[in-house]
């Protein structure tokens, strides 16, 4: 039976997260005004730079839509406050395949450099999610904490979820090397495929490749 060779782009992605996972990305920077440690967009560019570049994978921003609202601070300043919707583009130069993320970002400045941070949140937090970096403490993000006034508040977004081209890559994978797909589910504590986040979807598509090219 021929097997259909996967898409290049997937191995790519699960070689920078094989050397992330052993290394990480530690949050050594600290917020001033709440206290909390987190990981700058430097840190991540540093670590993600060279490894990009020795497995051939580039990561292409592409901004769908960009909203600013003008908020007042506590003490009667203005601030900008700006939300991005960008899909990122991972490809791999070898092959040409492709892999899109989409993430959300969000920013505040009194100047003009909301929109940068809300693009920076938006690829850092894609990175973090498609790579699985590991690392310790609270997942939050910035330098710097805002105090603006009272505003009702909105509910969380919900996660990214495995859509029907990406399930229909994994059933396809999974029924070449017999794994039911029920197993996977219940590895992540879901009911269907479709509930598991995107952020999995490399680690378990690079687990059935190595089957299938085992077998």
């Known amino acids: 039976m021929e097997v259909q060779a996967v898409p290049k782009v997937f191995t790519a992605i699960a070689k920078v997260m094989a050397e992330l996972a052993s290394s990480g990305i530690s949050k050594d920077r600290k917020n001033d005004q709440q206290g909390y440690k987190f990981r700058g967009i430097d ?47 991972f490809a791999c130069a070898e ?12 920013a505040m400045d009194s100047a003009d450099k909301a929109t940068n941070k809300a693009m920076s949140a938006a690829y850092k937090y894609a ?3 498609a790579f699985c970096i590991p690392t310790e403490g609270d997942n939050d993000a910035d330098a710097t904490t805002h105090q603006v006034a009272a505003k009702p508040v909105k509910a969380a977004a919900a ?31 879901v009911e269907e495929l479709t509930q598991i986040p995107m952020s999995e979807v490399a680690s378990i598509i690079s687990k059935l490749q190595q089957k299938v090219e085992a077998k």
């Open 43 to 89: 840190d991540v560019y540093n670590a993600l730079a060279p490894l990009l570049s020795k497995h051939g994978l580039v990561i292409l921003p592409r901004c769908l839509s960009r909203e600013v609202v003008e908020r007042q601070t506590q003490r009667g300043g203005t601030l900008f406050y700006v939300n991005v919707d960008v899909e990122f583009t």
């Open 95 to 106: 092959d040409g395949s492709f892999w899109t993320v989409r993430m959300p970002g969000e």
């Open 127 to 129: 990175c973090l999610q």
């Open 159 to 189: 996660p990214l979820l495995l859509g029907a081209d990406e399930a229909k890559t994994i059933t396809d994978l999974a029924a070449k090397v017999g794994v039911d797909l029920s197993r996977i589910c219940t590895a992540y504590g």
